[in-house]
């Protein structure tokens, strides 16, 4: 699933502070900010493998995050 925007989009800089947050094993820096992003996409992970989670892409064009996760049927 992919949510975009057309805003001014995120700065390179909160781009790379944002990707971060997904790569490390509890986030941390001032207070709770990129928390919640980190707990959902490592939920994610943990339910279903390191190839799901969350991506971000940001430019002047806007911001786009994919949430990749597997189609699941109420079965399992």
């Known amino acids: 699933m ?3 925007d057309d ?3 995120m700065s390179p800089a909160k781009l790379q502070e944002v990707q ?3 790569s490390i094993s509890h986030p941390h820096g001032d207070g709770l ?3 919640g992003i980190h707990n959902v996409h490592e939920r994610i992970q943990l339910s279903f ?3 799901f989670g ?3 892409e940001s430019s002047q064009a806007g911001t786009t995050v994919e949430i990749l996760h ?3 049927s109420p079965e399992e």
């Open 7 to 9: 805003g001014v989009g």
């Open 49 to 51: 493998g390191s190839r």
């Open 20 to 22: 971060a947050l997904l």
């Open 54 to 56: 969350l991506r971000f």
């Open 2 to 4: 992919r949510v975009s």
């Open 70 to 72: 597997p189609l699941v």
């Open 33 to 35: 900010a990129g928390y």
